[in-house]
């Protein structure tokens, strides 16, 4: 059995490194316990990005959060990638390593985006393989996240949370717990987010993510420009009551505001993590699809796979 955490320290409550947030924060320094940054924002970067990044680190914990790793690719590792993902994180003292089980291109083209998985033992060990390669080169456990999606594979062999339950297992990662995905995930597919939860391994949770969402009526899209709902927020606090507790972060990438109300988004985390613990969903009706409030209404979301082919699932 890993130790909780895989041994990484909870960090408390953090949100991402934006730049519009550079001069709040080089000038009041805000009491945030620690910093998410995208990691290629940095990789190449030698100017005031990179510099501003290094002053940051001295004071607060930094953690790195990739996009284009493509752990799930068919492509060969990107060694050199790699390399100047390990000098960055050599360089700002990174307590962690993360990127998303996904492809994100194929052919040396990256799509800029996070692509589904096939779930099937085929893909689980490929992925696997590369995941123990990936480490090997960091010299340190790789964190995994799990990414929202918007369709499925008829392929698919098992549910997503087994997949992802098993890849942390047989390759020894931790894994970066996104709650806000799992709950747009849920919506978008009909399935239950808690039983999702609770099948993760929950002493390889090294973070959280909470983020908001966009709903379009047949289907959510997870696009981090706004507050945080109060399922997610249900979920989430099942998710820490499971855990025990791990680094929490708020990821707001669109429409920005201020740090501060940034800041005081993730704070209420605490309100959920000491309250007690109530099921953001009815298990009175299996088959009926998740509500999802919107405003002060409720609304019942058809499955969006009403509305594609057949042939996906």
Request: proline share 7%.
């Amino acid at each position: 059995m890993p130790l909780p955490r895989l041994g990484h320290p909870n960090l408390g409550l953090g949100v991402g490194l934006r730049t519009v947030h550079f001069p709040h924060l080089l000038q009041h320094q805000p009491d945030v316990d620690w910093f998410e940054i995208i990691s290629e924002n940095f990789m190449d970067s030698q100017g005031r990005p990179r510099a501003v990044l290094e002053q940051l680190a001295e004071r607060y914990p930094i953690v790195m959060h990739g996009v284009s790793m493509s752990i799930g690719s068919t492509d060969p590792l990107d060694q050199i990638y790699l390399r100047k993902l390990k000098a960055l994180a050599d360089a700002v003292r990174a307590q962690w390593v993360s990127d998303h089980i996904c492809w994100t291109g194929v052919a040396s083209r990256n799509s800029h985006d996070l692509l589904p998985l096939p779930y099937t033992e085929q893909t689980l060990r490929h992925v696997v393989e590369r995941v123990r390669t990936v480490q090997e080169i960091l010299e340190r456990p790789l964190v995994l996240e799990n990414p929202s999606s918007y369709v499925t594979f008829a392929a698919s062999t098992m549910p997503e949370w087994e997949f992802v339950a098993r890849l942390a297992d047989e390759a020894d990662c931790g894994l970066l717990l996104d709650v806000n995905n799992v709950f747009v995930s849920s919506v978008n597919h009909d399935f239950d987010p808690i039983e999702y939860l609770d099948a993760i391994p929950a002493e390889r949770v090294v973070q959280f993510h909470l983020a908001g969402h966009t709903n379009l009526g047949t289907h959510l899209i997870d696009t981090h420009d706004g507050h945080v709902i109060d399922p997610v927020w249900e979920l989430y606090r099942h998710a820490h009551h499971r855990t025990g507790g791990a680094a929490t972060l708020l990821e707001w990438d669109a429409k920005i505001p201020p740090f501060p109300v940034v800041h005081a988004e993730v704070l209420k985390a605490r309100d959920y993590m000491t309250a007690a613990l109530t099921l953001p969903t009815s298990r009175e009706s299996e088959s009926s699809a998740p509500e999802v409030t919107v405003g002060r209404v409720a609304a019942v979301v058809p499955h969006p796979a009403s509305i594609v082919l057949a042939e996906v699932e």
